[in-house]
């Protein structure tokens, strides 16, 4: 005589955990807010992939002909111009200039701030957060929080002072003092991108319709269009 199979009783509330569960566990992969963890010790990055090895971000030269101008750069203590739009020049230390940074979730630059006014205009950093440290000078900086807050959260720094921007929120640094300014910032990307926010919105290629900047931004017409003409300066 076959056994009969007793079939445990789920509760309506064991079936919303188990479901809760199951959608957490699908959604984990997507939750890393930093680059890949890499999976040797160093993936310098090679453009030409007949020496390359490995695929982590960019093509990785073989770990055995790695040399140590692959995790080396000099020059981020000279001084650069400022005479641009804005008054100020971002100098970055990311994968581009030093390829032993791929695949180590990490980067760095040096921004310099003309006196009086010098602007490190609204932009962000979609893959990374960035921590800044004043060097030199008194800077103004801020971000704002994502909708609906839309929450400016600002603070003067002083030499030694250190702020932290979020992954992905607009952010700037203005130098309110009259003698030049000087920060690094460090990022978690190895390749942060930036995407300042003037440029995007007035300065696209191809132009974005003014119809659309202009409801968006309850501007007169005359207006965008004026300011899609300008040069739009990327400074970093």
């Not at 809760?20 to 310098?44: E, I, K």
């Not at 979730?105 to 701030?113: E, F, H, Q, T, W």
């Not at 801020?142 to 603070?155: A, C, E, M, Q, W």
Request: proline share 8%.
């Amino acid at each position: 005589m076959a056994k009969s199979i007793k079939i445990p009783f789920i509760t309506m509330k064991t079936a919303h955990f188990i479901l809760v569960f199951c959608l957490l566990a699908l959604a984990s992969p997507f939750a890393y807010a930093s680059d890949p963890s890499p999976l040797q010790d160093f993936c310098v990055a090679i453009n030409d992939p007949k020496d390359a090895v490995f695929v982590n971000g960019k093509f990785c030269k073989d770990p055995k002909l790695a040399k140590a101008q692959d995790f080396y750069y000099s020059g981020l203590n000279i001084p650069r111009n400022t005479s641009n739009p804005v008054g100020s020049t971002v100098t970055p230390v990311n994968v581009a200039q030093i390829p032993g940074l791929n695949t180590l979730g990490i980067s760095l630059v040096r921004i310099d701030y003309a006196p009086n006014g010098g602007l490190n205009p609204p932009h962000t950093h979609p893959r990374a957060t960035e921590i800044l440290v004043v060097v030199e000078g008194t800077l103004y900086v801020g971000f704002v929080t994502s909708n609906t807050d839309n929450r400016l959260i600002t603070k003067v720094l002083y030499p030694g002072d250190v702020f932290v921007f979020p992954i992905g929120l607009i952010h700037f640094q203005f130098n309110v003092g009259k003698t030049n300014a000087v920060a690094f910032a460090a990022l978690s990307s190895q390749n942060p991108g930036v995407i300042t926010v003037a440029n995007a919105v007035f300065g696209s290629n191809p132009p974005i319709n003014p119809d659309v900047l202009v409801k968006a931004f309850q501007l007169d017409k005359n207006v965008v269009k004026n300011l899609q003409s300008k040069f739009w300066w990327a400074n970093n």
